[in-house]
């Protein structure tokens, strides 16, 4: 009789593991023919290997099973050799519906400190390639991804113009200069759409000292490698003595500056950017669609006898010589020392943080203030600021919200403080629960105010209704567009997709301070003019709660 055995030469014994974020079952190990390959394995049992089978991978809530990897970390093929005594470790990604996918981020365009465009993007990821091109499809710029953060800047760009930003993985390759159809890489994303405004918050409206009862602007700083053009509100391009048919170039160095002097007070001007000498756009009438509107209103802050000073979540100390010991004072002077107070720890047990401001302004005021006792001068402006503890939640994994605004300044808009841990508790979704219980991410929504300017439809449809539109039809003005919106980031990468449907129908308290161009002005009214599902507006008027008209244009509503 003869008897067969097992030639040890011709088995491996191939062992299996986990990586993070997933489980394996049983077996942690197989003993299996020196031949065989990985499509074998997967395909196991077999008739050789009646009871062998291939552990099941199971991955944790919001990731992804994506298969097997040898010792050196490459994935198996169903090709793949196997090798003896070696460990396949199970591969788990993140679910890209859930966490974000390469281009999960929200660009921006602003005003930079030296009057330059830039593109501020959020939701970048370190390693990641940014790719900024012209409307053309030539690319003005490529950047890494941030190291620190989930935010990157993007420099050095010109005012008044769109451009569209790309996102790429680390092994993307792009050139300056290159028409974008050249750029490789293994995950690029589509071009997304981005408008740099001309100015945003660097300009000042003032009387013109050589031309009596006339105004002028000043943009200050001004981009000294852009050209600057003014069009009145019949679409005429304002011409100056040495300018390139209304193409003023800057003058000056930190800062450069240009002034549009003798305008007619009140009127609505466009003031409109090009690049500085750029000869294919010789008539600023076609670079209208991306100005920005200015009323030539003269007055850099309100000239008001009284403003207001207001805290949220402290105390107004004294001002001037006025003891006040409350949130609020609405009796004071422009030239007055303002005290507020916090206490170190507020009644929920936590730490006091920074004062910042909410709404309003005063020079040198900004930032987040560490004092919890803090003093300053008092600017012709009113004033609200926040005191800002330590997060108080709802529930303990609640996500976090914050607020920021786009298009306009610090201080023009802002949330009132209270209603901000029971607006995260409802936004807050199972979905959002189990990232940050489970997976450790970060959630985070963010109301947005977009200050644009007011579209054409929209006047049309605000004035007939309007007190002033009806009584004073000459006067009346918009004086800007607001969009309150509502976007949430997983781990800093903006995945909207997991918003509640019912969160469009939110809504929020919101406090705000006039820029200084409209604060002397009569009948304020506030309309929502979000169009119905045929896309007509029909105005709705919004009430403020605030006498607009008399306390220098500070404002408050629910929207």
């Given at each position: ?89 199970a591969f788990f990604s993140q679910d890209p ?64 113009a769109h451009y569209n930003v790309q996102e ?392």
């Amino acid at each position: 009789m003869q008897k067969f055995g097992e030639n040890p030469n011709e088995w491996f014994d191939i062992n299996f593991a986990a990586g993070s974020n997933g489980s394996i079952s049983a077996p942690a190990t197989l003993h299996v023919p020196y031949d065989y390959t990985w499509s074998q394995i997967t395909a196991l049992p077999s008739a050789l290997l009646p009871t062998a089978q291939l552990p099941t991978a199971t991955p944790v809530a919001n990731y992804l099973f994506k298969g097997w990897k040898d010792p050196n970390g490459a994935l198996m093929q169903g090709t793949s050799t196997l090798t003896n005594h070696a460990t396949y470790t199970a591969f788990f990604s993140q679910d890209p519906n859930v966490f974000g996918t390469i281009g999960s981020i929200t660009p921006t365009g602003r005003i930079g400190n030296d009057g330059s465009g830039e593109i501020v993007i959020d939701g970048t990821t370190p390693g990641n390639v940014y790719v900024i091109s012209d409307p053309d499809g030539n690319i003005v710029a490529v950047v890494p991804g941030d190291s620190t953060g989930n935010r990157t800047v993007v420099p050095n760009l010109i005012p008044g113009a769109h451009y569209n930003v790309q996102e790429g993985s680390p092994d993307t390759q792009a050139t300056v200069g290159q028409p974008i159809s050249s750029i490789t890489g293994t995950s690029v994303s589509t071009p997304q759409d981005v408008y740099v405004p001309t100015v945003d918050n660097n300009y000042n409206i003032g009387y013109d000292p050589e031309n009596d009862g006339m105004a002028q602007i000043i943009i200050n700083p001004a981009d000294p490698d852009a050209d600057y053009a003014l069009i009145d509100e019949n679409g005429n391009v304002v011409q100056y003595p040495g300018s390139d048919n209304g193409w003023m170039t800057p003058v000056g160095n930190n800062p450069s500056t240009v002034t549009f002097n003798n305008l007619n007070p009140n009127e609505t001007y466009t003031v409109v950017a090009r690049k500085k000498g750029d000869s294919s756009i010789p008539n600023p009438l076609t670079k209208l669609p991306d100005g920005n509107q200015i009323i030539a209103n003269p007055g850099d802050m309100a000239d008001a006898p009284k403003y207001v000073v207001e805290t949220k979540g402290g105390n107004v100390v004294t001002v001037g010589t006025t003891s006040v010991g409350n949130d609020t004072y609405d009796q004071a002077k422009a030239g007055e020392e303002v005290v507020i107070h916090a206490d170190p720890v507020d009644a929920n047990g936590k730490n006091f943080l920074y004062w910042q401001v909410l709404a309003g302004r005063a020079v040198g005021v900004s930032g987040n203030i560490t004092q919890a006792d803090y003093s300053f001068t008092l600017s012709n402006s009113n004033i609200v600021l926040k005191a800002v503890y330590e997060p108080t939640k709802v529930a303990g994994d609640d996500a976090d919200l914050t607020e920021t605004i786009r298009g306009g300044s610090v201080g023009e808009f802002g949330l009132t403080p209270g209603q901000i841990p029971g607006l995260a508790h409802d936004l807050t979704t199972p979905l959002d629960r189990s990232l940050i219980g489970v997976n450790g991410a970060t959630v985070e929504y963010k109301v947005v105010f977009n200050k644009r300017d007011a579209k054409p439809n929209e006047k049309t449809a605000v004035k007939p209704v309007s007190v002033s539109g009806v009584d004073h039809p000459d006067a009346h003005t918009t004086a800007y567009g607001l969009d309150i919106q509502l976007e949430r980031y997983v781990n800093g990468r903006l995945v909207n997709n997991g918003i509640l449907a019912t969160a469009s129908n939110a809504t929020v308290d919101v406090i705000a301070q006039l820029p200084a161009e409209d604060v002397d002005q009569l009948d304020y009214q506030l309309f929502d003019v979000t169009p119905d599902s045929l896309g007509n507006i029909n105005p709705v008027d919004i009430t403020i709660t605030t006498d607009v008209a008399n306390n220098a244009g500070l404002l408050k509503f629910t929207g």
